[in-house]
């Protein structure tokens, strides 16, 4: 007889906290030796959302990782050989950022849409603390959303002080394995407990001196919502670099590049220097951003690094 499955819904390390979802009644396990040598490149084998086979001793022993219908992945611009899962078995991902405190930087939230477009998880970009710069940035949110919604991906403005934008993203998140990520201080922790006060992930502050993020949240974690389906809270990111991905493909996962590339002349095209490029000239007409073109190539150029 097959040992049972659970569900990861917590990674401290080498302790994990599992539960057969949708039931919610969690148990300590730890990770049979074997199991995780096979993540040699991988900096933990065992994800948050990812499915497991345990033996049911006390504790509990996880025995095999079941196979993943998708995972969000980043190799960090430190270890370029290693690479860490975010999570696993995702439904949606929602990438939470500030226009400012901290200030966005559009390549890193460029470099997360891909890879979740790598994986086929929908994506969903939530714009923070709007209450606090919506009278002075009124066109920069403008700009951005035009950006993003050209692009393809919807874009929610949300305050947790107001309650703007927040009951849709509860509504959005119910039945569903919820990851919200993003740069340390943009106010994913904030947002979760908006989303269930009865929740407490830790919620830190912003460094005055560098309007950087404090590092709060330092585990992965998945919380259920009492209005129904889980969140995944993931620690603050600050790098990003892409896995798996060849460079000669990563415009295909630029809903608007790969619309546009069916016009190019030659096939394969880098849409850097070929004539006749559709993706370029569309870049020229406006039609295409040149924030996330100039992203695009970015990725190329940090795809020669890592090589």
């Known amino acids: 007889m097959d040992n049972p499955t659970a569900t990861v819904v917590k990674n401290a390390g080498s302790h994990y906290l599992l539960s057969a979802l949708p039931q919610w009644e969690v148990f300590p396990a730890v990770l049979r030796g074997k199991v995780r040598l096979k993540g040699s490149s991988i900096t933990n084998p065992v994800a948050v959302g990812d499915v497991v086979r345990y033996d049911p001793e006390s504790p509990a022993v996880i025995t095999e990782i079941l196979p993943r219908r998708n995972y969000v992945i980043r190799r960090s611009t430190n270890l370029s050989r290693q690479a860490h899962i975010i999570a696993a078995n995702v439904d949606r991902a929602y990438i939470v950022v500030s226009l400012f405190f901290p200030e966005v930087k559009l390549p890193f939230l460029d470099r997360i849409l891909v890879t979740c477009n790598l994986y086929g998880i929908p994506a969903t970009i939530v714009l923070s603390k709007t209450d606090m710069y919506r009278e002075m940035a009124a066109e920069e949110i403008a700009h951005f959303r035009s950006i993003y919604e050209g692009a393809g991906y ?117 849409h850097t220097h070929e004539p006749g490029c559709a993706v370029k000239a569309a870049v020229d007409a406006g039609l295409i951003s040149a924030e996330r073109y100039n992203s695009y190539l970015g990725m190329l150029e940090e795809d020669k690094k890592f090589r």
Do not use: W
């Open 154 to 270: 919807p874009v929610i403005e949300t305050s947790v002080r107001t309650g703007e934008g927040i009951a849709d993203i509860r509504e959005a998140c119910k039945g569903c394995v919820n990851l919200f990520s993003g740069e340390s201080g943009v106010g994913k922790s904030s947002l979760i407990k908006a989303l269930d006060p009865s929740l407490d992930p830790k919620i830190g502050a912003i460094s005055s001196a560098h309007l950087q993020g404090k590092h709060t949240t330092s585990l992965y974690e998945m919380y259920p919502l009492a209005s129904g389906g889980y969140v995944i809270d993931s620690p603050g990111i600050r790098g990003f670099g892409l896995v798996d991905v060849e460079k000669e493909e990563i415009a295909r996962y630029f809903p608007e590049m790969l619309r546009a590339a069916a016009g190019c002349r030659f096939t394969p095209c880098t």
